[in-house]
Every structure is written in C-alpha cells, then in structure tokens.
C-alpha cells in the first residue's frame, strides 16, 4: 500500500464505489495514518461487507465507514460502532418521478 503526496495532520476521505471483505479499506486507513493522517473518512455506495467485515472494520482505524443502504446491512453491520447507513429510497425514487415527468434529475443534488 503506497501513499502519494502529504496527509501528515489532514483529514483523510477514501470514496470507492463497493466494499466487500473491508481488508483494502481497512489498510488503506493504517497507510495513511501511518503517513501522519489526523483521521481516515470512508464513503463508499454498496456496502456488501460480508463475512467478518464489519468486525474488521469496527476494530480498524477508520473514524467512520458511511454506506448506503443499497444492500440490506446485516445486525453486526448496524451494531458497528464506526459504521453509518444512509438510506437512499427517497432519492431513487425522487429520480425515477423527475425522469418520468422529464425534470432535471441533476438538481437532486444541488
């Protein structure tokens, strides 16, 4: 795992878009706080986390793991202290009704 460029004293964000095991997410993190990183922020759209992954990832340095909950969270997933879920049906939703009546779907995220 290679850093490039200074994290030393900043906030870290890791943006991926699907986590399964966690074990590159979770060693990402030590990298860059090894690096100096203050924290380490992780977004990622699909939390699959299967097997131990959630256990892995409460256990890591990650300040805070945000998912949405695209793929139904198991218990241990939302019982991981680090972990945070963010339902996303509304906004599906709310571009499906806004394609269907020709509407910007783009200012959903203004």
């Known amino acids: 795992m290679n850093v490039i460029g200074d994290v030393a004293g900043y906030t870290c964000i ?3 878009d699907i986590v399964d095991s966690g074990g590159t997410l979770v060693n990402a993190a030590d990298a ?3 690096k100096g990183a203050k924290d380490v922020y992780a977004y990622i759209t699909h939390g699959v986390l299967s097997g131990g992954a959630a256990a892995r990832i409460a ?19 939302t019982k991981a202290p680090n972990i945070r ?11 499906i ?5 020709e509407e910007s779907v783009s200012s959903l995220f203004d």
């Open 32 to 34: 860059l706080i090894a």
């Open 59 to 77: 256990g890591s340095r990650l300040k805070e793991l945000v998912i949405t909950d695209s793929i139904l969270p198991t218990d241990a997933v």
């Open 85 to 95: 879920t963010l339902p996303i049906a509304s906004l599906i939703s709310d571009a």
């Open 97 to 101: 009704a806004r394609t269907a009546a």
């Open 14 to 16: 890791l943006i991926d």
